[in-house]
T-cell receptor, first 110, second 112 residues
Framework: KQEVTQIPAALSVPEGENLVLNCSFTDSAIYNLQWFRQDPGKGLTSLLLIQSSQREQTSGRLNASLDKSSGRSTLYIAASQPGDSATYLC?????????FGAGTILRVKS | DVKVTQSSRYLVKRTGEKVFLECVQDMDHENMFWYRQDPGLGLRLIYF???????EKGDIPEGYSVSREKKERFSLILESASTNQTSMYLCASHRGFKETQYFGPGTRLLVL
């Protein structure tokens, strides 16, 4: 059974710092991995989708990497801003559904 | 701009009531999903649908049913609401498993 773990559970950083969020999964037989952002009380917004054949994807200040063989992904956020404060979730698609991690709560202090 | 909408942002219902949660997507996606999200338990899949009139059970289907009569609409039904169904309900859709999954804004349901 696929399990997804995200470390750290919470992170507080000053504005301007570069930061890394980690995601690990137990079964490397995945089709893709997706990173989402969730603001309090809201739905999920897709940030990046990495196919299993890809190593990384970039969007603006965000860069996500995937190492399928070791079961790991990282989300790198450059020059963090207070508006980046949210919960970040990773999810892997394997079998016929997305399996989600519990998320990392990020707070960027101004 | 892709869009998934849910009929209500907040709902308050009584125990034993029948509850309908509606989800509509305008992207012509084949696949639609219902999740619930609870603190400490994360997102859990309730039901999903690969096509009109098709449905598959997710991880926690007990106490729920679904309906998909049209491609763009996927309804979640609580046959007899109970207090343990108080939760945030999220609908999502995508074109296929290699594609991005898009989420609606969520419905926060309180069952008293």
């Amino acid at each position: 059974k696929q399990e997804v773990t995200q470390i750290p559970a919470a992170l507080s950083v000053p504005e301007g710092e570069n930061l890394v969020l980690n995601c690990s999964f137990t079964d490397s037989a995945i089709y893709n991995l997706q990173w989402f952002r969730q603001d309090p009380g809201k739905g999920l917004t897709s940030l990046l989708l990495i196919q299993s054949s890809q190593r990384e994807q970039t969007s603006g200040r965000l860069n996500a990497s995937l190492d399928k063989s070791s079961g790991r992904s990282t989300l790198y956020i450059a020059a963090s801003q207070p508006g980046d404060s949210a919960t970040y979730l990773c999810a892997v698609w394997g079998g016929n559904k997305l399996v989600f991690g519990a998320g990392t709560i990020l707070r960027v202090k101004s | 701009d892709v869009k998934v909408t849910q009929s209500s942002r907040y709902l308050v219902k009584r125990t034993g009531e029948k509850v309908f949660l509606e989800c509509v997507q305008d992207m012509d996606h084949e696949n639609m999903f219902w999740y619930r999200q609870d603190p400490g338990l994360g997102l859990r899949l309730i039901y999903f649908s690969y096509d009109v009139k098709m449905k598959e059970k997710g991880d926690i289907p007990e106490g729920y049913s679904v309906s998909r009569e049209k491609k763009e609409r996927f309804s979640l039904i609580l046959e007899s609401a109970s207090t343990n169904q108080t939760s945030m309900y999220l609908c999502a859709s995508h074109r296929g498993f290699k594609e991005t999954q898009y989420f609606g804004p969520g419905t926060r349901l309180l069952v008293l």
